[in-house]
Every structure is written in C-alpha cells, then in structure tokens.
C-alpha cells in the first residue's frame, strides 16, 4: 500500500550524499533524506522523449524548471551564497511509487544549475535543471570536439 506521495524529490550531491536542512546549515546524510517540501512546479511535471537522428537514439527530457521552497530553498540558498556559489554540483533526484513492488524506484536525476539561479525571496529559488545520464554525458563530450571514454559516462 502506498503512502500519500507519488514523487520523493532528493538535493544530492555527486558522491549520493542527501542534503538535509538542520535549521542553521546544510548536513550531508549517507541515507536518502527527501525533502521536507516539494519544489513548486513539481505537480506540473511532464516527461517527454525525442528523437536524436544524430544519435540513433531517444532521450528522456523531463520539465526543467522549479521553484524550491522552504528546506530545498535553504539548501540552495546556502551552498549557492556560502559554499562554492554556483560551482557546487548537486543533483536533484526523484523517486516515483511503483505499485508492482510496492517501492520507491529512481525516476530521474539531473543537475540543479546555479549559474542561472533566480532567488525570488518572498516565493523561494528557482532553478532549471541539467538533464543527466549516459546520453547528455555523449552530447555534451562530443559537442566540445573531443572523445568520450565509457568510463566517464554515467
């Protein structure tokens, strides 16, 4: 039996560390801590698949934008003006309930991209997302001219 949310929604780093809002800072957490709040936007949610005739391949594009609020909003806000700024890489990372086994199963993960962050004060932060995976990771190595390794992929 399911609880009441469909989606998890996680602010990871890229060691799978969880973000977690104490009230004063950030802590990383080894065990997946979901947000307290879910980012505005999220009922919104489409997934879409394209083509890439370059590719021979579909890609999986999830909506890209979110306004963060709350606990999400503190975490950014924090490593966005006290931490590395926008050179932190986090991730956000989304858990969907399958019914057949009665689990949270990973959905999706994409880069939260600080660079064009938008704190708006009274509503929260809002950020785009950089699609992940073993696709974007082709694209963007071979749209730079060079050659991409399997080992860095994924």
Same mark, same amino acid.
């Given at each position: 039996m399911r609880s009441q949310n469909i989606f998890y929604f996680f602010i990871t780093d890229s060691q799978g560390r969880s973000a977690y809002w104490n009230g004063l800072t950030v802590q990383w957490l080894a065990t997946p801590t979901p947000l307290e709040f879910s980012p505005d936007g999220w009922q919104d949610t489409q997934v879409s698949f394209q083509r890439s005739s370059k590719y021979f391949g579909?890609?999986?594009?999830?909506?890209?934008?979110?306004?963060?609020?709350?606990?999400?909003?503190?975490?950014?806000?924090?490593?966005?003006?006290?931490?590395?700024s926008y050179e932190t890489q986090v991730y956000l990372n989304v858990n969907k309930w399958n019914d057949l086994t009665?689990?949270?199963?990973?959905?999706?993960? =994409?880069?939260?991209?600080?660079?064009? $962050?938008?704190?708006?004060?009274?509503?929260?932060?809002?950020?785009?997302? !950089? /699609?992940? =995976?073993?696709?974007?990771?082709?694209? $963007?190595?071979?749209?730079?001219?060079?050659?991409?390794?399997?080992?860095? !992929? /994924?």
């Open positions: 579909i890609n999986r594009q999830l909506t890209n934008s979110y306004t963060f609020v709350e606990d999400g909003a503190n975490i950014l806000r924090h490593l966005l003006y006290k931490g590395n009665d689990t949270y199963d990973p959905y999706y993960k =994409g880069e939260i991209d600080l660079i064009r $962050a938008n704190d708006i004060a009274e509503k929260g932060l809002q950020v785009n997302l !950089i /699609g992940g =995976g073993c696709a974007n990771a082709y694209k $963007a190595g071979t749209e730079q001219g060079g050659v991409v390794l399997a080992q860095n !992929i /994924g």
